[in-house]
Structure formats: structure tokens, C-alpha cells
């Protein structure tokens, strides 16, 4: 696990539709802004929006930074996710 670097872009996430209960989530969102990085810890720079197709997924942690306020706390590794192309 390489613990990502702090994001200075200017990417924005519109919420089309979000919904909450008991037991789930949904969140449908348009990302703008986001599909170039440098910096990453692993070398990463983003992807090609011009590929064929890329690989994409999401993850999740139960418990949140150390401190949400401290931009050098530490960043919990995710306890769910999924890759999908």
C-alpha cells in the first residue's frame, strides 16, 4: 500500500443522484478536471482519455483520516473495493 499524495488539482464532482439508508449508499456524480495527475507515491500520471478503455474502480474506508483538518495525517487503506474495466 503506498499512501496517495496530497491532490492539488482543481477536479469538481456534481452530484446527479445520491440516496441513503439504513444499510446502502448510491452516488451518481460527473467528475471534471480529473483525468491527468502527476505526483502519485506509485508514479502514476493519469490515463488516456483517447484508450480503447481504461481500468476503473472505487474503494472505501470504515474510518476516515486521523485528522480530516491536517493535510499530512495519515490516509486509512481502504477496507472494500473493486476494479472493473
Not at 500520471?45 to 472505487?58: H, I, L, N, R
Not at 474503494?59 to 481502504?78: E, F, K, R, V
Amino acid at each position: 500500500y503506498f499512501e496517495p499524495s496530497i491532490y492539488t488539482g482543481n477536479a469538481v464532482a456534481t452530484t446527479m443522484y445520491s440516496t441513503v439508508n439504513s444499510t446502502h449508499f448510491t452516488w451518481t456524480f460527473r467528475f471534471k478536471n480529473c483525468a491527468t495527475w502527476t505526483g502519485s507515491s506509485t508514479g502514476a500520471t493519469g490515463f488516456k482519455t483517447s484508450a480503447d478503455f481504461t481500468v476503473m474502480g472505487w474503494s472505501l474506508a470504515l474510518s476516515g483520516t486521523t485528522n480530516p483538518s491536517d493535510p499530512n495525517s495519515a490516509i486509512i487503506q481502504h477496507d472494500k473495493s473493486m476494479v472493473y474495466s
